[in-house]
């Protein structure tokens, strides 16, 4: 006789090989997914100060990058929209008459913190693609220190990703030290 089908026997069969699969491979798939929008959201931010600095050099003006609420006034909070602009009269705001080169909207799974000398909470490129004394960190924060990422603007204006330097999973800053996100 020939029959069409599985019996009960070979569909639990699969069916717990199944089960152990997915409940060994999922962890490993959200563990992957989160370091892809960790990456994601670094290359967002070192895009957008690149382009800030690139502006700065072929423009031959100064430009600055800083977050917004409103869309004119600089702000401390970072969590707010970026915009990269000419700030002819230095005053942190966006006036009529200065040009607005690009905006970014927040990535909503990140706090981002900077942490610059001189306590400035803006980023503004010199037209030799240097930053106006304002070299520092930024930050983006997440619940979980695997994910943390940071992004450190040398003297020089160049931004360099921190990297994980002891393979523990959790990034370091020059000197060992660990990203502040507060």
């Known amino acids: 006789m020939h029959r069409k089908g599985f019996t009960l026997i070979e569909l639990l069969a699969v069916l717990a090989v199944l ?5 060994f491979g999922y962890p490993q798939l959200a563990h992957f997914i989160q370091k892809i929008k960790a990456s994601s959201a670094t290359n967002g ?12 050099v072929t423009g031959g003006k100064a430009i600055t990058l800083c977050p917004t609420p409103d869309g004119i006034t600089c702000t401390s909070n970072w969590d707010n929209t970026l ?3 000419s700030d002819t009269n230095w005053n942190k705001k966006i006036d009529a008459n200065e040009t607005i080169y690009r905006v970014q909207e927040r ?3 990140y706090q981002l913190v900077w942490k610059g000398w001189g ?20 930050t983006l924060c997440t619940e979980n220190k695997e994910y943390i990422r940071a992004i ?3 003297r020089g204006g160049r931004p360099l990703v921190a990297r994980d330097a ?7 800053l020059p000197e060992n030290k660990t990203p502040l996100c507060s």
């Open 45 to 56: 931010l070192l895009n957008i100060i690149n382009f800030t600095r690139i502006q700065a």
């Open 19 to 23: 089960t152990i699969t997915v409940g």
């Open 107 to 109: 990535n909503i799974n």
């Open 152 to 154: 450190i603007i040398n």
């Open 83 to 85: 915009y990269v602009f």
């Open 166 to 172: 002891n393979n523990d999973g959790i990034i370091e």
């Open 119 to 138: 306590g400035q909470y803006y980023l503004r490129y010199q037209p030799d693609g240097t930053t106006y004394r304002q070299n520092g960190t930024f």
